[in-house]
């Protein structure tokens, strides 16, 4: 979504004179801190941030967001300088694949194709056939030659492919993320009792019985844009808090509940406008890519981008 900004801070004229001056480009995720999205220039999904990398004339890209964003805009913007304004925002789900565990899996199912969730490293991509993200792996899963699937690193989001792709053989990885893995049925059915009448919305990363349960499951641009299109006007929210800023100033007369109050991811929560502001000001911390991994992690990538 392009964005124009709503933020109101003392910083802000000097982030908007030093956005012109560098040519830059502002990426937010829909996980960013409230006021990073209102600054930002394009927010989004992991999907619509890496055609936004791939596709900017700016020459500054700043990732809102956390270390394999920056690293897949790195991959698919060469010429660009890349900025993670919260140096050590990472991911503790894409730490859970590393590319030497990734080849050993590859020597035991050599007919699999290896689909890769973009929530991973620069170097396990580079040994990955195919990337995706949640709003496109059951599209690519689908579509791809193969039949049978080597999908990291997150099981649940694998398990909800594997079900809509009854017609192949999966074997999943077992990662998952922190913040959305430890959402529980019990939870879900509570918050549902309190809210009848509320249609329940869930990120795919949720454990498969709490997916089953939702009226829908998609990416977080997906959730956004089922809420802008739907006549019901109360939703149970099964994905990180960020979400509600686009779902508020959106749709002002619907109304939206967390389904925990845990759903926070502390990464995501590292990006702040002091930082930015620092990103800016001092062209730091530039994100690269080791140049032996490069081709091969953009091969995998660039195949994502061709399932949207
Ligand atoms: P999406 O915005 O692509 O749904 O990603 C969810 C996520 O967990 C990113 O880390
Ligand atoms: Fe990683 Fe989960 Fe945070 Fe996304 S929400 S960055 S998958 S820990």
Redesign the pocket.
């Known amino acids: 979504m392009s964005n124009s900004s709503n933020l109101n801070h003392p910083l802000l004229a000097e982030l908007n004179q030093l956005r012109q001056e560098r040519n830059a480009v502002i990426l937010a995720?829909?996980?960013q801190n409230d006021e990073i999205q209102a600054f930002a220039d394009i927010i989004?999904?992991?999907?619509a941030l890496s055609q936004a990398a791939a596709q900017t004339e700016a020459d500054v890209i700043v990732f809102c967001?956390?270390h394999f964003?920056a690293e897949t805009a790195a991959l698919l913007a060469p010429q660009k300088t890349v900025l993670l304004p919260a140096s050590d925002a990472g991911?503790p789900?894409a730490d859970m694949a590393d590319a030497e565990a990734v080849t050993k899996w590859r020597q035991r199912y050599p007919q699999a194709a290896v689909v890769t969730y973009?929530?991973s490293s620069a170097a396990v991509k580079a040994v990955s056939d195919y990337c995706c993200?949640?709003?496109n792996a059951v599209k690519l899963a689908q579509n791809i030659p193969e039949t049978e699937i080597i999908f990291l690193p997150d099981q649940n989001l694998g398990s909800f492919v594997a079900q809509q792709v009854p017609e192949k053989t999966f074997h999943l990885w077992p990662g998952y993320?922190i913040?959305?893995h430890r959402v529980t049925l019990a939870e879900l059915e509570a918050a549902q009792k309190a809210r009848p009448q509320a249609q329940v919305l869930i990120?795919p990363?949720c454990q498969p019985e709490v997916v089953a349960q939702a009226d829908f499951a998609?990416?977080?641009?997906?959730i956004i844009n089922y809420v802008r299109r739907s006549n019901q006007t109360e939703f149970i929210i099964g994905?990180?808090m960020g979400i509600l800023y686009s779902l508020k100033k959106e749709n002002p007369a619907k109304t939206f509940y967390l389904l925990t109050p845990g759903l926070i991811?502390p990464n995501?929560k590292k990006t702040t406008v002091e930082n930015l502001y620092q990103a800016l000001k001092t062209l730091q911390s530039v994100v690269t890519v080791q140049p032996e991994i490069q081709a091969q992690a953009r091969v995998a990538l660039e195949r994502m981008l061709e399932y949207v």
């Open positions: 995720h829909n996980y989004g999904d992991s999907l967001g956390v964003m991911c789900m973009v929530n993200t949640s709003a993320c913040t959305h990120h990363e998609g990416s977080t641009s997906q994905t990180e991811c995501m």
